[in-house]
């Protein structure tokens, strides 16, 4: 037995739940949980098998019988107690994070406190699941709404928030009266498996929020089941595409966050200190693998004059293990990731453009096997080159050109993703114009990265997203229920016959 082969024997098992249960899959498939910084195997994670898979749906749409009716400020009570759970627990949870996904401990931290926003919001279901009543809609006619639970529902996330988008999910669905089915990353289960335990402590019943592990074939069985509901997705435009088309066939409501590519306008007013630290920021910030990492910068005019110092300062960012102080930039969640993105910066340098920042193959002290990627810039970029037409998913910043406001506005409209954007700029003229000519979904107006809390919801638009309705705030109250509309007449005692009405007309 050689050491690898060893390790992996060692390395513990991720489990499924099911039922409330925490149970070691049968599964023959398992793929091993790796360390980016490391290559530590710290995991192996089952390819759960069909049975397992109708097993998860099979609880949850058993407990959907009692939970659908529980009283809503019992739902509510088991966030309140989540939340508290999470915040508890909140440094071993970005630990465990930073050792599977690879961002800086305190990013995870961030990774886990946006999700516990979600979870915040979930224990104030009382007021967010309300319906409407009209009084005397008709001689003695009400008519009201209720939000009523779908059934089963499932989620399908990806790796680079196994926290957040996890949270994104499971507690509005749970707390809106379904039951959930969740399909974590299979790169990085591991944090997604504690929150679900403490969860369970936090009082959700056995069947309420069950977890199946897996890739293509587990996806494809939830798309497919009869007994499933509504999807939620979140991960890449193709394989969302994918789960979109499937699922929708099958006559299920779904929803899918897919890729981006993210642009700011740089206008030459703009604060030019804060302006470039928000640019890098958002730019390197989790080594770029953010659905909302800023990955062309637009400058107009003079800011184009910008470029040196822009590249002087991106060459301070540390490059290092997550877990080491003062690291601004960790490696890529797996090789495959690294050597995709140093193809992508190869195919950059062929198609063109200028390469004014190479970050690739760093000397990382201690973290030799790494998968790192420093800050890259290229400027001069333009579409029809890869890097601008393909997603990079690494800390790579493309720098486009403009000679005004109207010309960049034109250039990001003309994109086909509309996931998320921002200006930075001193004039209100400036960001009024770009708020309401820019197609895009979520804008920053001198903020890199303008995710929602969950008061609004998360709304990306265009190629970044399928279906209506986002994954969080109040448009998820809308996308977790059914509205059914109640037309109620109550005869008084003293009320004359109108005799037969043949008409639509209510009387
Ligand atoms: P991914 O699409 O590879 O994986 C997402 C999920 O789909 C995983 O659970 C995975 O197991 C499953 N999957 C993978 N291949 C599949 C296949 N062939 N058939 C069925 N299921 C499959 O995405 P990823 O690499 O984990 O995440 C990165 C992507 O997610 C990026 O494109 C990023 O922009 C996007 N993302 C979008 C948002 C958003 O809100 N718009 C947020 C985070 C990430």
């Not at 759970?85 to 440094?91: G, V």
């Not at 639970?149 to 989620?155: D, E, F, N, R």
Request: charged share 20%; aromatic share 6%.
């Amino acid at each position: 037995m050689n050491a690898s082969t060893s390790a992996k024997v060692l390395a513990p098992t991720v489990k499924l739940l099911i039922n409330g249960k925490l149970v070691e899959s049968q599964s023959t498939q398992w793929r091993d949980v790796v360390n980016p910084a490391t290559q530590e195997v710290l995991a192996r994670v089952p390819f759960a098998t069909p049975d397992e898979v109708n097993a998860a749906v099979a609880n949850a749409k058993e407990a959907f019988k009692t939970w659908r009716k529980t009283p809503i400020g019992q739902r509510a009570r088991i966030f309140l107690k989540l939340q508290q759970l999470i915040r508890e627990n909140m440094k071993e949870l970005a630990a465990l994070l930073t050792a599977e996904q690879g961002k800086t401990l305190p990013d995870a931290e961030g990774d886990v406190f946006r999700g516990l926003e979600v979870v915040e919001h979930a224990a104030n279901i009382g007021s967010l699941q309300l319906g409407e009543l009209a009084n005397n809609v008709a001689n003695g006619v009400d008519t009201y709404s209720v939000l009523q639970p779908l059934g089963v529902c499932a989620g399908i996330t990806p790796f680079n928030f196994p926290a957040m988008i996890p949270l994104w999910m499971f507690p509005m669905a749970i707390a809106t009266g379904n039951t959930f089915v969740l399909k974590p990353s299979e790169q990085d289960p591991m944090v997604t498996m504690r929150l679900c335990e403490l969860a369970l402590e936090a009082g959700i019943p056995p069947g309420v929020l069950n977890v199946v592990h897996g890739g293509e074939d587990v996806v494809n069985a939830i798309c497919d089941h009869p007994d499933i509901k509504a999807i939620s997705f979140v991960g890449s435009t193709k394989v969302g595409t994918h789960v979109y088309n499937r699922a929708s066939l099958a006559g299920k409501r779904v929803q899918c966050m897919m890729g981006a590519k993210n642009h700011a306008i740089v206008m030459p007013d703009a604060n030019k200190e804060q302006t470039l630290n928000a640019l890098l920021g958002a730019a390197f910030g989790a080594a770029g693998q953010r659905c909302m990492a800023l990955s062309v910068a637009v400058l107009v005019g003079d800011a184009q004059k910008w470029i040196p110092e822009l590249v002087e300062k991106s060459k301070t960012l540390k490059v290092s293990g997550g877990t080491e102080p003062g690291t601004d930039v960790g490696p890529l969640v797996s090789c495959a990731a690294l050597s995709r993105v140093e193809s992508l910066i190869e195919r950059g340098l062929a198609d063109g453009a200028k390469l004014e920042l190479d970050g690739r193959k760093p000397q990382v002290a201690g973290y030799d096997k790494g998968n790192f990627v420093g800050p890259t810039v290229f400027s001069g970029v333009k579409p029809g080159m890869s890097v601008y037409d393909q997603e990079i998913f690494g800390p790579v910043l493309c720098l486009a050109a403009a000679d005004s406001l109207d010309e960049a506005i034109e250039f990001i409209n003309a994109n086909p993703n509309g996931n998320g954007t921002a200006i930075f700029t001193q004039s209100g003229a400036a960001a009024r114009k770009f708020q309401e000519d820019i197609d895009v979904g979520q804008v920053g107006i001198n903020v890199p990265i303008p995710v929602p809390v969950p008061l609004f919801s998360f709304t990306g638009s265009r190629a970044s997203k399928l279906g209506d309705l986002g994954p969080y705030g109040k448009q998820v109250v809308l996308f977790y229920t059914q509205t059914k509309t109640v037309t109620a007449r109550w005869f008084d005692d003293s009320t004359t016959s109108q005799g037969v009405n043949t008409t639509i007309s209510l009387r």
